[in-house]
């Protein structure tokens, strides 16, 4: 008898004890629901623009690839000096391209005839005072440039004019959410969320060779204006 009460009390005391190891249920309370609105607002900045960038460049070829090489190398210079006439410093003139390669010439049976190597040497020129753009790359196309990309208008700081178009852009999606939540009947609340972004891009103008006027008056180049854009979204908690 005593040996059974034994049994069953270990029993029972396994049974505990696998209880207390058992799973237990968390309950987790609803949130209560949040009502919002979002807004999307925009400011806008236009910028007069203060530097350009241009890349100038020179190409010869010839049968010899030291000829095309030395005479490459002999108008890249002069380039080089006559950008640095209209008071470029040194740290904005920087080269970018030098390639030699040779082009083969074919008959009309497919077989090689010859091969001509070119030569490209290309600088790219920061320019900070625009003033000086066409009379500069007309002396840069009399010393010898032949390849001349597109012009590039920017800003040099754009600092101030990011936090104008940022502060108008909170301004716009604020009063958007005002006003929407007054024709609603709601009240606005607390700022939940803010995303944002900016936009702004160079201004590329087309510049070609044969733009140089024939009466020698320089080339007339037009800056116009440059737009920074910042758009931004809130989310508003409602009342």
Partial sequence: MKTKLLILTAVLLTGVVLSACGPSTIVVEPQPYQ????VTGS????LTP???????????????????TTENNTKAQAIITAIQGFDVADKDILTTNFNIYPQQHYDDNGNITGVTYVVDNTVYVTIRDLATIGDLLDAAVTAGANNINSIQFDVADRSEALSQARLAAVADAQKQAEELTTASGARLGEV???SYYDTSAPMNVEYAKNAVMMDGASVPVQAGSLQITTTVSIVYELR
Avoid at 35 to 38: A, G, N, P, S, V
Avoid at 50 to 68: F, H, K, M, N, R
């Fill in 50 to 68: 203060d530097i350009a960038y241009i890349s100038i460049g020179v190409e010869t070829q010839d049968a010899s690839a030291l000829v095309a």
């Fill in 35 to 38: 009502r919002t609105i979002t």
């Fill in 43 to 46: 400011g806008e900045v236009t």
């Fill in 192 to 194: 939940q969320t803010i």
